[in-house]
Every structure is written in structure tokens, then in C-alpha cells.
């Protein structure tokens, strides 16, 4: 019976240290890599960003949809 509640106490010891440990080295920050987007252009009609491979051109002007595109005609 002395011997389980030495070990629950160095069990319990060892938990404590561990954690202490633990918030010792402050948070884990996983950096991932930022994915590269390309080159951004303005839609002409409402100044919304979007990537120029999906954005829809004419006559020099992009735009992020149809709807715009066919609005500022």
C-alpha cells in the first residue's frame, strides 16, 4: 500500500515538471508556407483583387466576374 502512493506521487511529481516544462517553451507555431497566388489585378468595376489567371479581361480591363464585365460594357 506505501509503495502505490510513492508511486502515485512521483507519477504525479513527474506530471507537474512535465508540464511546467511544457509551458516553459511556450506555444508550438507551425509556419506553413504561404502559397504563392500570382499576380493579383483590380477588377474595374467594384476594385475587388483577384488573381489575373482568373480573372476575365476585355479591352485591357479585368474584371472578377461575368456580371461586372457585362455591366461596365
Avoid: S
Amino acid at each position: 500500500m506505501f509503495g502505490i502512493r510513492v508511486l502515485l506521487y512521483l507519477v504525479g511529481i513527474a506530471l507537474v515538471i512535465w508540464i511546467l516544462v511544457r509551458l516553459a517553451k511556450g506555444p508550438r507555431i507551425q509556419q506553413k508556407p504561404t502559397p504563392r497566388v500570382g499576380t493579383m489585378v483590380r477588377c474595374a468595376r467594384c476594385g475587388t483583387h483577384v488573381p489575373a489567371n482568373e480573372a476575365l479581361q476585355r479591352d485591357q480591363r479585368y474584371y472578377c466576374c461575368r456580371a461586372h464585365r457585362d455591366e461596365d460594357a
